[in-house]
């Protein structure tokens, strides 16, 4: 009886991690950014049907300097008011820059389009945005969804220079080989996996998410803060992250 109890209680385990709210943070320590401000992004992708709590937004705190989705705000039958709301709740963080993911338009594209710039949001569609431009420019350049037969990558990258901070956006990170090997952005973010969102053991339907670095250039492969199908996940944690760019004169707070 013990054995079947213990069974029972499995899904509700599952049920419990689908909705915890971890907050991981990277760094990326890159000579261009010796002597200069660092700089802080928010990074959350594959958000679903999921309500974006009020604590995720205090965790986060007043520092940050841009947020990006990463793709996958909502799919099919997700109300209009709760996408709404959740760019709200972002967009109380800092400016909002987004791309398409697989799922996005399953809820209509005018409505996604109408939601983001509702909250002053940008909409990275094959193409390269300037988001600080001191003495030192960083850009972030986001691509549609592979999966809409739309992306130009070589078009997202027209407008940047080498000595650019590039932060590069997509929602599928099977792209990452292709923009590294031609453009080396040094920073790349992606979700859409959901780290194989329910697992056995190492065995799952995609790799677990990580952050990588390697030769000052960095790639974050999310776990994702939502889930699809079912609101259920095992040994692929919900995660959203924090990412710090700074150069080695920077200390922690």
């Not at 509700?12 to 401000?37: G, P, Q, S, V």
């Not at 739309?150 to 590039?166: A, C, G, L, R, Y």
């Amino acid at each position: 009886m013990a054995f079947f109890g213990l069974v029972a209680l499995i899904p509700l385990y599952m049920f419990k991690k689908a909705f915890e709210t971890n907050i991981l943070k990277h760094e990326l320590t890159t000579e261009k950014f010796i002597d200069r401000a660092p700089f802080q992004l928010f990074f959350i992708s594959d958000i679903h049907r999921r309500k974006i709590s009020n604590q995720l937004i205090k965790e986060i705190g007043s520092s940050i300097d841009i947020v990006i989705i990463g793709g996958d705000l909502a799919e099919a039958n997700v109300s209009k008011k709760l996408i709404a709301e959740n760019l709200e709740k972002l967009a109380r963080i800092a400016p909002i820059f987004f791309v398409w993911g697989n799922n996005d338009r399953e809820v209509g594209e005018t409505t996604i389009r109408e939601l983001i710039k509702n909250v002053n949001g940008t909409m990275l569609e094959n193409q390269a945005i300037c988001v600080r431009n001191e003495d030192h420019r960083i850009m972030i350049v986001g691509i549609d969804d592979v999966s809409s037969g739309k992306t130009n990558i070589q078009q997202s990258f027209v407008s940047t220079k080498k000595e650019d901070t590039i932060i590069f956006v997509s929602h599928t990170p099977s792209v990452f080989n292709k923009v590294r090997n031609e453009y080396g952005p040094d920073l790349s973010l992606a979700g859409h996996t959901h780290g194989g969102q329910i697992r056995l053991g190492s065995f799952g339907l995609y790799p677990l998410g990580e952050y990588n670095i390697n030769q000052e250039k960095a790639t974050l492969i999310s776990n994702g803060y939502g889930t699809t199908f079912l609101p259920l996940r095992l040994g692929a944690s919900s995660e959203c992250h924090i990412v710090t760019i700074h150069g080695n004169t920077y200390k922690k707070i």
